[in-house]
């Protein structure tokens, strides 16, 4: 039997959406910072029942729905495997030193000649390392923020500069969770995705530190630079810091440019970080492990049965010299592990939450996948695309309209993470059938919405950055022009027809199966 449904009218197609968004601004009311945390998840699981209950009217079964709702998260499970194996990755690179080596020689460059230029430098590279740009901000930017005051630098144009280099680290670097996301929606690869985004936020990055290089010299900065010097002697203090570890982050690089697929090289790179951590950072390891390794001392239980106590106690012994490294190493993997240097800062800094810190993120997207299910099944995405792009004529006119939908969803929803999916979900098709490369929309949901949405006071991210940093929203906003650029670079490309990737037969087949 055929199952006859009905084409939804575009009224119909928006009561989900205006009800996600009424539901994701009342979260941020309530829940403030926390709304990520489980709210706006169940956000989406309530506005996901909207949009079934309204295609049930439109004559779709159940069974079609659930089968859309499957294909939907089955096409997140790359990236929702590569958030859990960066969330290990993050872990080994934190106690093997090479992500604390990483702001240790990062740093160097911060003088205070260039003192905007260098802490744009220096939170961009903090961020790739740690793939936060949030991180960024709550150690590296309170830092550069109290440096900047003891320069007489206003706080908002350090903050600028800050917030400018985080995000521009949080879009390239493998480890951040948007930079997954993104790809994940268009139906493109983790790698390809950053390197064809490369293309609009170089250039952005360049503009901005010229800016920040210029600006410089027209302050008085002949103060020292002592914080940083307590920030590197705290990290120096536990941990062996040497360009030897940068042989970790250079193989995965190797790997990468072999082109071998991201989930085998990110997990190379995870385990490559436990080797490392074990030659270089022993103490560190028996650190993370303290009193909770295999014990020396006791009766040694069934041991004891067949041993006298001074063998058991060897068995012990050598049991410890496995148990104890093979312990320090996975708990890295697998939970939250911190290194204390008696600074605060250094000390937020040196945390990681290992794969459980990525379990929020991966809820998050399995409930927006079952969202962008159901409205992609019953056709409700694609009226609305289709009320949008029927303005949208040409390459540049589309990719406009995709990044403005973007910047619209960062102030409706107050989420940078609404406003990477539903424009992800809105527009896939659209690119495909106009014959352009899923990594167009990816790059253009980046440059769109990642970057703007630390713009908004009222988005998490807004708020978060202005708390943190102690800088009001629309204070520190005219000094993020990397934030500002960015939309605008991808849509002069656009324009322009620069790399604009066509997708090919074979690759359209590709992109079909993943979507």
């Known amino acids: 039997m055929i199952q006859e449904t009905r084409t939804p009218s575009l009224l119909q197609a928006f009561i989900p959406i205006l009800f996600l968004v009424g539901l994701l601004a009342l979260n941020v009311a309530v829940y403030s910072d926390d709304a990520s945390y489980g709210p706006n998840q169940i956000a989406l699981i309530l506005a996901a029942g909207i949009a079934t209950i309204i295609s049930v009217r439109l004559g779709f079964k159940w069974s079609t729905v659930l089968a859309g709702i499957v294909k939907s998260i089955s096409s997140a ?15 080994t690179w934190l106690i093997s030193g090479i992500v604390p080596a990483m702001i240790y020689y990062g740093l160097e460059v911060l003088n205070p000649t260039i003192f905007l230029f260098a802490a744009c430098i220096v939170s961009a590279v903090v961020s790739i390392a740690t793939g936060s740009s949030w991180t960024t901000a709550a150690t590296i ?24 280099g985080a995000y521009f680290g949080d879009k390239m670097s493998p480890l951040s969770d948007t930079t997954n996301l993104a790809p994940a929606m268009a139906g493109t690869d983790l790698f390809t995705h950053i390197k064809y985004m490369a293309y609009t936020t170089v250039p952005s990055i360049v503009i901005t530190l010229v800016i920040f290089f210029i600006w410089g010299f027209t302050l008085d900065a002949s103060s020292s630079v002592e914080s940083v010097s307590v920030v590197q002697d705290a990290i120096a203090s536990k941990f062996n810091i040497t360009p030897w570890l940068f042989l970790v982050p250079l193989a995965v690089v190797v790997m990468i440019i072999k082109k071998v697929p991201a989930i085998p090289a990110l997990l190379g790179g995870a385990l490559l970080g436990g080797v490392f951590a074990l030659i270089f950072q022993p103490d560190i390891v028996r650190e993370i492990v303290g009193d909770g390794g295999v014990g020396i001392e006791g009766d040694g239980g069934i041991l004891s049965w067949f041993f006298d106590a001074d063998m058991v106690k060897s068995i012990k012994l050598g049991l410890k010299k496995f148990a104890d490294p093979y312990q320090g190493v996975l708990t890295s993997i697998f939970t939250e592990v911190s290194v204390q240097t008696g600074n605060e800062t250094v000390d937020k800094l040196l945390t990681s939450k290992g794969m459980n810190g990525m379990l929020n993120t991966v809820w998050l997207i399995l409930c927006a996948m079952i969202f962008g299910g159901v409205m992609e099944v019953t056709g409700m995405l694609k009226r609305m695309a289709q009320a949008i792009i029927s303005y949208a004529n040409s390459t540049g ?50 440059d769109s919405g990642t970057v703007t949405s630390v713009l908004i006071p009222w988005n998490t991210c807004g708020a978060y950055q202005s708390g943190v940093l102690g800088v009001g929203t629309f204070a520190y906003l005219p000094y993020c022009f990397f934030n500002i650029i960015s939309p605008f670079m991808t849509i002069l490309f656009a324009y322009l027809n620069i790399k604009i990737r066509k997708l090919g037969k074979v690759q359209e087949q590709d992109v079909i199966e993943t979507v």
Do not use: H, K, W
């Not at 499970?77 to 872990?91: N, Q």
């Not at 406009?400 to 406003?419: L, M, W």
């Open 77 to 91: 499970m790359p990236a929702l495997l590569i958030l859990l194996i960066i969330g290990s990755l993050s872990g």
């Open 141 to 164: 930017g309170i830092a550069l923020i109290g440096i900047g005051n003891a320069l007489g630098i206003s706080e908002a144009v350090t903050a600028g500069a800050v917030i400018s």
């Open 397 to 446: 006119s589309l990719v406009a309209s995709t990044a403005a939908t973007c910047v619209v969803f960062n102030v409706t929803a107050s989420d940078q993470y609404i406003a990477i999916v539903v424009p992800g979900r809105m527009f896939a098709s659209t690119y495909r059938e106009r014959g352009l490369a899923p990594e167009n929309l990816s790059r253009t949901l980046e």
